[in-house]
């Protein structure tokens, strides 16, 4: 999984149950990779205030998600805020 995150600048999680605690969204953003994700269980303390890692949305509403996505499609900000997030020790 890393190697594919290493390649990639976005991962999405668009999880509709429960997750206790958002490893692959760490991992992600070790990777230099901004998120937007659903915002179920952990991932939106994983991931943290909207706007800085990435974005996470409600999970019943399509048209948010697909905002949030072609934001970060658009903006490399998040990605290094990403970093930045997970080297310092959080």
């Known amino acids: 999984m890393l ?37 179920i269980g952990g991932l939106p303390e994983t991931i943290g205030e909207n706007g800085g890692c990435g974005f996470y949305v409600d999970r019943d509403n399509s048209k948010d998600f697909q ?3 072609f934001i970060l499609l658009r903006t490399r900000e998040a990605q ?10 959080a």
């Open 67 to 69: 905002k949030k996505l």
């Open 3 to 39: 190697l594919l995150l290493k390649d990639s600048d976005l991962l999405v999680i668009p999880s509709q149950a429960d997750e206790s605690f958002g490893l692959t969204a760490i991992e992600a953003m070790l990777c230099n990779n901004a998120i937007v994700s659903t915002n």
């Open 80 to 89: 290094k805020d990403g970093r930045k997030w997970t080297s310092e020790g």
